[in-house]
């Protein structure tokens, strides 16, 4: 969301892709997605990605199994995090999902797809990774036939330095979902969660963003 904010001062945004695909948080993903696109003034489409959760055991997917719950203090430990990654990672996801945005840009002619990979989370998730966003753009000089190009305003920021650029963009930071849970609510209890805090409260915005989410 944030990237897609900082990405429209350069590039003319055509469309927001929403995906499906069997996360326990995907109805108020979608809810908050299309809040956000009709205020970038773009059209929001959802796609059905339900086949990826049916092949997971995961905690972002499968209800039944536990989702992680750690403390503040325990973010930035690397061997903890790297657990925690294994209990919440979706195969190949973030590769489908931009595979997916590619079909799209070439079909509509767009000269890019905008993602929001950043450095705190490529700490823990190599789909995150620079890396990743320069072999994905390989990739596409081959799968594509126009070559979008992956665009990443955030690439290089931590989730602190997001929530500041979203402040000083005049993003509205209410509408927002980046809970692992089904909501309607944060649930300020899962990774995502904690990071968001984290961000939010580092930011000075805590006090007022916080309770509205």
């Known amino acids: 969301m944030v990237s897609a904010h900082l990405a429209a001062s350069d590039h003319q945004l055509c469309l927001a892709l929403t995906c499906d695909y069997g996360q326990r948080a995907a109805e108020a993903e979608m809810r908050a997605a299309g809040i956000q696109a009709a205020r970038l003034g773009i059209p929001q489409r959802t796609i059905n990605l339900q086949w990826l959760g049916d092949i997971c055991n995961d905690a972002l997917t499968q209800a039944d199994v536990q989702m992680p719950h750690p ?5 930035d430990d690397a061997e903890a995090a790297a657990e925690r990654a294994r209990q919440v990672w979706v195969p190949n996801r973030n590769a489908v999902l931009l595979m997916a945005g590619a ?3 070439e079909a509509l002619e767009c000269g890019g797809i905008v993602a ?3 450095a705190e989370e ?3 998730f190599s789909d995150n990774r620079a890396e990743f966003v320069e072999a994905a753009n390989h990739l596409l000089e081959y799968s594509a036939a126009n070559r979008p190009r992956v665009i ?6 931590t989730k602190t330095e997001m929530v500041q650029a979203a402040v000083a963009r005049g993003v509205d930071l209410c509408v927002l979902h980046s809970c692992y849970e089904a909501g309607p609510r944060h649930c300020w209890q899962c990774e995502s969660c904690r990071r968001l805090q984290r961000a939010l409260t580092e930011a000075g915005q805590w006090e007022t963003v916080g309770a509205l989410l």
């Open 122 to 124: 490529a700490a823990t």
């Open 152 to 157: 990443c305003p955030t690439l290089g920021m």
């Open 116 to 118: 929001g990979f950043n």
């Open 71 to 75: 403390k503040t203090g325990e973010l």
């Open 103 to 105: 079909a799209h840009a």
